[in-house]
């Protein structure tokens, strides 16, 4: 079993920066895809970021690349996610998610944490 609890979300307002950490409890972290997905009200869910077991590869969302980084450090059992240059549409719920069978399925998700972006 997998747990999954988001933190960091905020009001913040347009260009500034946020930090979003994801503490995981269980014992396959080090072996699962980690990513992060947002929901605006309204919209679907959306792919962020995503990184491997690993750490080496990463995947990023066309419209949040050189703004959002996602990490992991597996000795603390936590994914990241450094939100920089924040916008007024990316206001959202923000989740992440494990891939713990590296099928591509997410069959893990935390229970979101709100950023909201001021113009």
């Known amino acids: 079993q997998v747990n999954l609890v988001e933190s960091g979300g905020g009001l913040v307002q347009a260009g500034g920066s946020l930090r979003l950490s994801c503490a995981v409890s269980?014992?396959?972290?080090?072996?699962?895809?980690m990513a992060w997905f947002r929901q605006a009200p309204g919209k679907e869910r959306e792919f962020l970021a995503r990184?491997?077991?690993?750490?080496?590869?990463?995947n990023y969302r066309d419209s949040v690349k050189g703004r959002f980084f996602i990490s992991r450090v597996d000795a603390k059992n936590t994914v990241y996610l450094q939100m920089n240059s924040l916008k007024p549409e990316d206001t959202a719920a923000y989740y992440c998610?494990?891939?713990?069978?590296?099928?591509?399925?997410?069959?893990?998700w935390g229970q979101g944490t709100q950023v909201t972006v001021s113009s």
């Open positions: 998610a494990a891939d713990t069978g590296g099928d591509g399925t997410y069959d893990y």
């Open positions: 269980g014992r396959t972290f080090s072996r699962s895809r």
């Open positions: 990184i491997t077991w690993s750490g080496a590869f990463t």
